[in-house]
């Protein structure tokens, strides 16, 4: 049976793009087998790139964003899924050119969605958990893993939703020693398990030497540009990099030197087309 749900709605009339809280109904969804009613959905930059009718995000006008969703399935027509399952779905094309997770129903193929893991994380922090986690099994799965003793893990962009998350993860995880470059709110960064907050700074100054005195274990940078060119020159030898975004700058400068002399590993992180088998922890249907 249809329902009336609200949403956030971007309608393009004559070249400009009108955003509003509008009643949609899940008759006008997309046809697919899993319909579920959201419950969380992180703001995303994807999504404000939608909002105002980035062509490159979404190509076409009406459109209801939000890249990612955390919700309960309310009707399947495959049997993994059932009615009242706690669910995930974060990237494929979800928000992009599906109606995505800021309205309150989506409707998706099955081999988008995740169970939630509801026994050991909240739904609505399962959305940045699932970014984060990848972030630091990419640490974890260089071609060197990383040690405790090793020292610092050096987190950027540490107040964002990638950043927290990545901190928190990694206190549970026990490394109990690691640097946070913020741009202040030491005091969240703290409860959160960061040892230390240093100013962002520090690290987006251009710096023209090839490499830098060896601080960090291995880094998780989500700002790009020279903050990620500074972490790469300051991991110490055979440390790895995890580059998961670009609040500074798509760009980096940089040589081959940390690479080639410290063994120093770029690792990609990609949270939208990774294999659902990647998505899932073990345990997690
Ligand atoms: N690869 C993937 O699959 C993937 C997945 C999710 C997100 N991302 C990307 O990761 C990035 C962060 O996402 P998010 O959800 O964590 O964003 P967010 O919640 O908006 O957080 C952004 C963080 O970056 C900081 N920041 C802003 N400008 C900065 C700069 N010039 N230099 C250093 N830090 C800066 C912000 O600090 P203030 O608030 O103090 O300014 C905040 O701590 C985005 O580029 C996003 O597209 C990638």
Redesign the pocket.
Known sequence: MATTYKALFIEEVDGKFTRAIVDRNTDQLPVGEVLIKVAYS?????DAMSAHGNKGVTRTFPHQPGIDAAGTVVESSVADFKSGDEVIVT?YDLGMNTAGGLGEYIRVPAKWIVNAPMHDIKTMHAV?YR?AH??IVHQQTGTQRLHKEQGAVLV?????????IAIALLAHAGYTWWQV?????SDYLKNLGAKEVID?KT??EENKRPMLKELYAAAID????N?LANAIKSVKYSGSVA???????PSFPGTVFPHILRNVNLL?????E?HLQIKKRPGTK
Not at 42 to 46: P, S, W
Not at 181 to 185: E, K, Q, V
Not at 243 to 249: A, K, M, P, Q, T
């Open positions: 992180a703001l995303n930059q994807k990237g940045r970014r990848r972030a950027t962009g540490a107040t964002g939703g990638v950043g927290s470059p913020a741009s202040g709110t962002r690290l987006s989500v700002a790009g540009g903050t580059s998961c975004g670009l609040v500074e700058n990609g992180v990609d949270s939208v990774i």
